[in-house]
C-alpha cells in the first residue's frame, strides 16, 4: 500500500495505473467485444465510437479537477499549479492545461490522419483491416508516449534550458509547415520501407488480418516467416507516429512540464484518433486548410516559452493559452469548411 502512495513523476502510483488500467479497459472492449470479428467500420459507427473516446477525454477533466484538488502535492513540477493561491485555483488551473494540451494534441493528430491514409491506400488495406492496424498501433503509442515523455521530463528536471530548445523546435516545425503545406509524402520512397523490404521475407498480397504468415521459401524449399505487406503498413503507422510525437511532445511540454497532464491528454487525444479516421478519411480534403491553423498554434506555443519571460512573469497564464490555441484551431477548421463548401456541394450532387 506504502509503494501505491509513492510518488512518480508528480503524482501518486496508484493514480498512474488508474489511469492506465482505464486506457487498457477501454481497448480491450474496443477490440474484444465491438470490433472481434474484421469488418468495415462505416461513418455513423465512426462518429459514434469518436463521441464516446471524446466524452471519455471531457470526463477526465473531471478525474484531473479531483485530483489536483485532493493532493496538495500534486503539481508541484508546474509552477503554475504550484503557485496557486488555494486549493481550488489549483484544480482549475490544472484542468485548462490538461483541456489546451488535449485540444492540440487532439488536432495535431488530425494531421496523422492524412498520412495513415495514404499508407493505407499505398498498401490497398480493405477497410475492414483498417482497425486492426490502427488498434495495435495505439498499443505502440501508449508504449512510445510514455518513453518519450519520461524521458522529457527527467530533462527538464535536469537542464531548465531544454524548455527552450523545445521552443525552438516548435517555431521551427511551425515555420516549416507553413512552407511545405502543399508537400505530398511518397510513401513508395520512404526510407523506412526501403529498409524493411531489403532485409524482411514479405508476401506479395495481404494474408487477411495476420501480420505474418508460413509460406515455403523459393531458394530453399522450406516453411520460413514472411511478413505481410499488413505488418508493413503497421511499422510505418507507427513511424509516423514517432515523426509526430518529435512535434506533440514539445508541443504539451511548452503548455505544462507536469508529466501527468502531459501523458494523460496525450493518450485521450490519440485514443478517440483511430476511432475518428474511418470518418474523417472520407474527408480529409474538407480541411486542408486546417495545416495552416496547426503552423501558427506550433508557432504561437513556441514563442509564448520565450515571451512568458518579458510579458508574464516567467509563464503564460493558461487561460491565454487554451483561448489563443482554442481560437487559431476553430479559426482553421471553419475556414476549412468554407473554403471547401463548393466542391463538397458538387460531389454530394
Not at 191 to 212: E, I, K, S
Not at 301 to 316: M, S, Y
Request: proline share 3%; glycine share 8%; with cysteine.
Amino acid at each position: 500500500m506504502e509503494l501505491l502512495n509513492t510518488f512518480w513523476l508528480g503524482m501518486p502510483v496508484w493514480i498512474w495505473l488508474a489511469f492506465l488500467g482505464t486506457v487498457l479497459a477501454v481497448l480491450a472492449f474496443d477490440l474484444g467485444i465491438m470490433h472481434r470479428d474484421a469488418r468495415d467500420i462505416g461513418v455513423s459507427e465512426s462518429l459514434r465510437m469518436s463521441a464516446l473516446y471524446v466524452g471519455l477525454g471531457l470526463a477526465w477533466a473531471g478525474a484531473v479537477y479531483w485530483i489536483y484538488l485532493t493532493h496538495p502535492e500534486a503539481g508541484a513540477m508546474d509552477p503554475q499549479i504550484a503557485a496557486a493561491a488555494s486549493a481550488g485555483e489549483r484544480a482549475w488551473t490544472a484542468v485548462q492545461l490538461y483541456m489546451t494540451g488535449y485540444l492540440v494534441e487532439k488536432t495535431l493528430a488530425l494531421d496523422n490522419v492524412f498520412i495513415i491514409s495514404m499508407i493505407f491506400t499505398y498498401f490497398a488495406v480493405p477497410r475492414e483491416h483498417q482497425h486492426r492496424v490502427l488498434f495495435w498501433g495505439i498499443l505502440g503509442v501508449i508504449v512510445l508516449r510514455a518513453a518519450m515523455i519520461g524521458l522529457g521530463a527527467a530533462l527538464l528536471m535536469q537542464f531548465a534550458w531544454m524548455m527552450y530548445l523545445f521552443g525552438a523546435v516548435l517555431l521551427a516545425t511551425g515555420v516549416k509547415m507553413l512552407w511545405m503545406v502543399d508537400h505530398q509524402p511518397d510513401i513508395a520512397a520512404n526510407p523506412v520501407l526501403r529498409l524493411l523490404r531489403r532485409h524482411l521475407r514479405v508476401t506479395d498480397a495481404l494474408h487477411g488480418q495476420a501480420f505474418v504468415v508460413r509460406q515455403v521459401d523459393a531458394r530453399t524449399g522450406k516453411l520460413a516467416l514472411y511478413a505481410t505487406p499488413l505488418l508493413l503498413c503497421l511499422i510505418l503507422v507507427e513511424v509516423a507516429d514517432l515523426v509526430f510525437a518529435i512535434d506533440s511532445v514539445p508541443a504539451i511540454f511548452a503548455i505544462t512540464p507536469d508529466p501527468f497532464i502531459v501523458y494523460t491528454s496525450n493518450i485521450f487525444a490519440i485514443l478517440g484518433l483511430r476511432a475518428l479516421y474511418f470518418a474523417l478519411a472520407a474527408a480529409v480534403h474538407r480541411f486542408q486548410y486546417l495545416k495552416y491553423a496547426l503552423a501558427l498554434v506550433l508557432i504561437f506555443i513556441g514563442a509564448k516559452i520565450f515571451l512568458g519571460d518579458w510579458l508574464f512573469d516567467g509563464k503564460v497564464p493558461a487561460s491565454i493559452s487554451v483561448g489563443v490555441t482554442g481560437a487559431l484551431l476553430a479559426g482553421g477548421i471553419l475556414f476549412s469548411l468554407w473554403k471547401t463548401r463548393r466542391a463538397a456541394a458538387t460531389t454530394a450532387g
